[in-house]
């Protein structure tokens, strides 16, 4: 398994920016996916999942309405739409893969992450 994650960079408060990972290794289409942001100093936490079709998501109440997670089976990507974006929201974002179809299985791979920093 191969996740690999691009798109974090520098912006300014209420900017936005797109994060993509490409997976690898695996059946994509077979395997929910989900977000994940560790602060530094903070806990890390979930940020958004997808399931395996795309047709459930969930969001952290910190993000809802301003991230919109997306995936593209044919492509083999998952991506997170990171809008109004805040300070708060400046943190290492993983991808992640799940166990099963729905975002209720475990984790069982990581991405190397991508800093997102937001900064005037």
């Known amino acids: 398994v191969q996740l690999v994650e691009s798109g974090g960079g520098l912006v300014q408060p209420g900017g936005s920016l797109r994060l993509s990972c490409v997976a690898s290794?695996?059946?994509?289409?077979?395997?929910?996916m989900s977000w994940y942001r560790q602060a530094p100093g903070k806990e890390r936490e979930l940020v958004a999942s997808i399931s395996s079709r795309g047709g459930s998501t969930n969001y952290a109440d910190s993000v809802k309405g301003r991230f919109t997670i997306s995936r593209d089976n044919a492509k083999n990507t998952v991506d997170l739409q990171m809008n109004s974006l805040k300070p708060e929201d400046t943190a290492v974002y993983y991808c992640?893969?799940?166990?099963?179809?729905?975002?209720?299985?475990?984790?069982?791979?990581w991405g190397q992450g991508t800093q997102v920093t937001v900064s005037s």
């Open positions: 290794g695996f059946t994509f289409s077979s395997y929910a």
């Open positions: 992640t893969k799940r166990g099963g179809g729905t975002f209720y299985s475990r984790v069982d791979s």
